[in-house]
């Protein structure tokens, strides 16, 4: 498959007309209601807007989690939408990698296991250099062997972000990664962020509510009612 | 199979819950593993009783064939007479190949000599017709352990000599050469009369009933016990044992008065159905037990799935499958249902004697001893039975975690 926008032959994500729509009874909430977005590789995009304005909504078709009602997408060059549950697992496989609000670390798995989680659903053999490697990416080398209950709120999120990582992901998704924590954390995770897109050439998409910390990103946009209603490209050193 | 390790980690998430659903199991297991071990057992040992008795059939007297049975298995009290002519009568049978009469008769033994305890037990004496008799049981041999050396057989014509089981004279603690005092009311008297007889002989210990039991030749039992021209069995064996063969002797035999002809076949059967009757209560309270412990690992893992809905769907989100999730709840209900399994199976090994007794406190099944047999045949079909209960009980709450979708669950987790 071979369906290369020209002009954005680096194009990881290619959203046309982006669509979906809630029933909440008679009422029809158009949580997005055509939304256009190109994403290349080594681009931080930051997601800003109110609460409700539909920015999880937009992560998860982007995230292939969910399957839009209209429009066109691509990831890496593949289209998904109309795919099924089971092809949508296998575009984001190894691809995507995806960052929650609350971490969602699994208790009992100690942080290099929770890091390596993917590799086991990926089918790939597990290679401890490689997690201690992708561990001191996110400057906690030294909590390998730590269950997550050990960590501080911002540890734990800069370990999901390693395990968003250890597949060798071309696209981090996350959505308001920073909700749960300080001032301090969220900026730090941000600063993570942009020296992964500087170091790695990744492709970071990130929603928050915080303006601030928004204005990070390479290109900040603004959605509300589920539709976009400001982009702008920031002119970052 | 990549998943196991995780699964197991876990099932430890919540390790009371588990244990105590790996506990139900168990405990359904045990039940269902004594009692096919009780079963087992409980046939071997009727039919080496039975085997052990020498002879196919036997003749005597009217009565249900149970209580016939467990007289020649226990040694009875109760007991009835036939006329000795009934013996004359039937050896002229052309079918039979071997026959030997029996007297039963039950003495009291006052202790006496070396143990000096008062009070008094029943001794069974068994009076026979030596070479008949040994002819139906080649197996029994004279004991030439310490003290038993230069055992013999007595002659049918000799008077005051015995010959021991090896119980009685282990529990007796009589030696060849001893004295033994045995207390016999004749019939149509009122007053005991207390004879000394000498052990002449101690048999090798044979598992059977025989080793409870005191012999002697058949005429000074019928003249102890005062019933001169009586027996209690003749037992025989036909030349081609058959059912056909067995009914056509008992058509033949039939005009006997107060007679009846018991195949041992029919005992075995009389015997296990009887105990049937116990062990299918206790099977029915055993499925139970298997049932309510099934829903429990059910209910349990389903909790555990609901409990962890956001989990899941952080798990699809970072690239499980359905499959991959199936997987890991499958094999968490597998492993739960497993481990019950093996527990169950130990906990049978270690606590048999208990079932034994409260099934031998509902019924008396004519033998005695340990018989409860766990064969490996009985550990494979419970575990392999764990393994295909763990199968079925995985498959909904496997297909629930696999069906979540993500957006949902994660936004469930939230
Ligand atoms: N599963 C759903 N069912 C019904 N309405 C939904 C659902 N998910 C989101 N919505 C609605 O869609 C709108 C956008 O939601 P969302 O994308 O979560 O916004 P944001 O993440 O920006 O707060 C909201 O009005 C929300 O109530
Ligand atoms: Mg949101």
Redesign the pocket.
Same mark, same amino acid.
């Given at each position: 498959m071979n369906n290369k926008n020209p002009g954005s032959d680096k194009a990881i994500v290619v959203a046309r007309g982006l669509k979906k729509h809630?029933r909440?009874g008679i009422e029809t909430?158009k949580?997005l209601d055509g939304v256009d977005l190109e994403i290349h590789a080594g681009e931080m995009v930051s997601i800003l807007?109110? $609460?409700? $304005?539909?920015?999880? +909504? &937009?992560i998860n078709l982007l995230s292939c989690l969910d399957a839009p009602d209209a429009g066109e997408l691509q990831i890496d060059g593949r289209s998904v939408a109309g795919l099924a549950e089971e092809d949508l697992v296998k575009v984001r496989q190894g691809i995507l990698g995806y960052v929650f609000q609350k971490f969602h670390l699994l208790p009992t798995l100690t942080v290099a296991e929770n890091v390596e989680l993917p590799l086991m659903f990926l089918q790939r053999p597990v290679d401890r250099e490689k997690t201690l490697g992708v561990l001191r990416m996110v400057d906690l080398e030294n909590r390998a062997g730590h269950l997550p209950r050990e960590l501080s709120g911002g540890q734990m999120q800069r370990v999901a972000i390693a395990r968003a990582l250890i597949a060798d992901s071309k696209l981090i998704i996350a959505?308001e990664p920073t909700g749960n924590l300080d001032k301090g954390n969220g900026e730090a995770v941000f600063a993570l962020f942009r020296r992964l897109v500087l170091e790695k050439n990744l492709a970071i998409i990130v +929603?928050t509510h915080n303006l601030a910390l928004g204005a990070l990103a390479d290109r900040v946009i603004t &959605?509300e009612d589920?539709r976009i209603i400001d982009e702008r490209v920031n002119r970052l050193v | 199979m990549r998943f196991v390790a995780f699964a197991f980690k876990n099932l430890f998430r919540r390790p009371v819950r588990t244990g105590l659903t790996v506990l139900a199991i168990a405990l359904a297991v045990a039940v269902a593993v004594s009692l096919i071990g009780f079963n087992i057992g409980y046939r071997r040992s009727i039919d080496t009783s039975i085997d052990k008795l020498g002879f196919q059939v036997m003749i005597m007297a009217k009565g249900c064939p149970y209580e016939a049975a467990t007289m020649m298995l226990k040694g009875g009290t109760g007991l009835v007479y036939l006329p000795a002519s009934t013996y004359d009568q039937v050896r002229s049978d052309p079918d039979i190949s071997a026959i030997t009469p029996i007297f039963v008769g039950v003495a009291e033994k006052e202790a006496s000599g070396i143990s000096g305890e008062s009070g008094s037990s029943f001794a069974i004496i068994s009076g026979i017709e030596v070479q008949s008799f040994i002819d139906m049981k080649p197996w029994m041999t004279m004991s030439e352990g310490a003290g038993y050396k230069g055992g013999r057989w007595f002659g049918d014509d000799s008077t005051g000599e015995v010959v021991l089981g090896f119980e009685v004279a282990e529990y007796e603690q009589r030696k060849v050469g001893d004295a033994y005092f045995v207390t016999i009311t004749p019939y149509g008297q009122v007053e005991p009369v207390m004879t000394e007889l000498k052990v002449v002989g101690v048999l090798e210990r044979t598992g059977t009933q025989d080793d409870g039991t005191v012999f002697m030749p058949i005429k000074e039992a019928r003249r102890l016990f005062n019933r001169p021209s009586e027996l209690t069995i003749v037992g025989f064996k036909l030349k081609n044992f058959s059912g056909l063969a067995l009914r056509q002797f008992e058509q033949r035999w039939a005009k006997l008065p107060e007679v009846q002809v018991v195949g041992l076949q029919q005992v075995k059967t009389t015997l296990v159905s009887l105990v049937e009757t116990a062990q299918t209560m206790i099977a029915s309270v055993a499925v139970v037990a298997i049932i309510v412990a099934v829903i429990g690992v059910i209910n349990s893992i389903l909790m555990s799935v609901f409990e962890r809905t956001g989990e899941i769907g952080i798990m699809k989100a970072i690239g499980a499958t359905r499959s991959d999730i199936f997987q890991i709840i499958w094999l968490e209900t597998m492993a739960i249902c497993l481990g019950g399994g093996v527990a169950g199976v130990l906990l049978a090994l270690s606590g048999t004697s208990l079932v034994e007794k409260a099934i031998q406190s509902l019924i008396d099944f004519g033998t005695k001893g340990t018989m409860v047999a766990i064969t490996p045949e009985v550990m494979l079909v419970a575990l392999l039975g764990s393994a295909v209960a763990g199968c079925f009980a995985g498959l909904y709450p496997a297909w629930r975690a696999a069906s979540m979708r993500p957006?949902?669950a994660i936004?469930e987790g939230e």
């Open positions: 809630y909440r909430i949580a807007g109110p $609460s409700g $304005s539909g920015k999880t +909504t &937009l959505d +929603t &959605l589920g | 957006v949902e936004r």
